[in-house]
T-cell receptor, first 118, second 109 residues
Framework: GAVVSQHPSWVICKSGTSVKIECRSLDFQATTMFWYRQFPKQSLMLMATSNEGSKATYEQGVEKDKFLINHASLTLSTLTVTSAHPEDSSFYIC??????????????FGPGTRLTVL | GQNIDQPTEMTATEGAIVQINCTYQTSGFNGLFWYQQHAGEAPTFLSYNVLDGLEEKGRFSSFLSRSKGYSYLLLKELQMKDSASYLCAVKDSNYQLIWGAGTKLIIKP
């Protein structure tokens, strides 16, 4: 299988604080991990692509100084939301890329982290 | 620009068949994915098409026509648990996943 875990599954924090979300590929090595954000009733929005050992590539409109991504190993990527504000409240989902036998390079998603900023 | 279109919402009856269409216009094509997402959960992988034709996997099948920029997801013998959003995503020439907005499928008894 290809299991991706995220921690925490939900978090409530005060405005102005920072929150770190971990994404782990449990049974495979993922050279690439992706971070998404999803607001209620909206589609997934890619925030950044994270490659192990190098700087993340951020999508247009995503502040790299606010959403810090670290991909220090082939099984762990972290997203830190710095100085969180209520508008950052969202469902944050990571995925890890794995190339299957058919060459499909599937993405396997973590269960998501629901962030609520008060 | 890059664009993926799929219906916003569809309703079907338990036990029936439903087809969810997806049309795309992207810069390059390196495969099309279908994902299922239940409310409040992360998406789960359903299918992958990179060549034209039909891929069957149990009750779910996915079809691709690259010349028409068109795919569909076919769900047979619908069950109540199939009520979810179904997301179409295309990998473009940069191997970036471009997501559709998703189709909310409502199954009625």
């Amino acid at each position: 299988g290809a299991v991706v875990s995220q921690h925490p599954s939900w978090v409530i924090c005060k405005s102005g604080t920072s929150v770190k979300i971990e994404c782990r590929s449990l049974d495979f090595q993922a050279t690439t991990m992706f971070w998404y954000r999803q607001f209620p009733k909206q589609s997934l929005m890619l925030m950044a692509t994270s490659n192990e050992g190098s700087k993340a590539t951020y999508e247009q409109g995503v502040e790299k100084d606010k959403f810090l991504i670290n991909h220090a190993s082939l099984t762990l990527s972290t997203l830190t939301v710095t100085s969180a504000h209520p508008e950052d409240s969202s469902f944050y989902i990571c995925s890890a890329g794995k190339t299957s036998g058919s060459g499909s390079n599937e993405q396997f998603f973590g269960p998501g982290t629901r962030l609520t900023v008060l | 620009g890059q664009n993926i279109d799929q219906p916003t919402e569809m309703t079907a009856t338990e036990g029936a068949i439903v087809q969810i269409n997806c049309t795309y216009q992207t810069s390059g094509f390196n495969g099309l994915f279908w994902y299922q997402q239940h409310a409040g959960e992360a998406p789960t992988f359903l299918s992958y098409n990179v060549l034209d034709g039909l891929e069957e996997k149990g009750r779910f099948s996915s079809f691709l026509s690259r010349s028409k920029g068109y795919s569909y997801l076919l769900l047979k013998e619908l069950q109540m648990k199939d009520s979810a959003s179904y997301l179409c995503a295309v990998k473009d020439s940069n191997y970036q996943l471009i997501w559709g907005a998703g189709t909310k499928l409502i199954i009625k008894p």
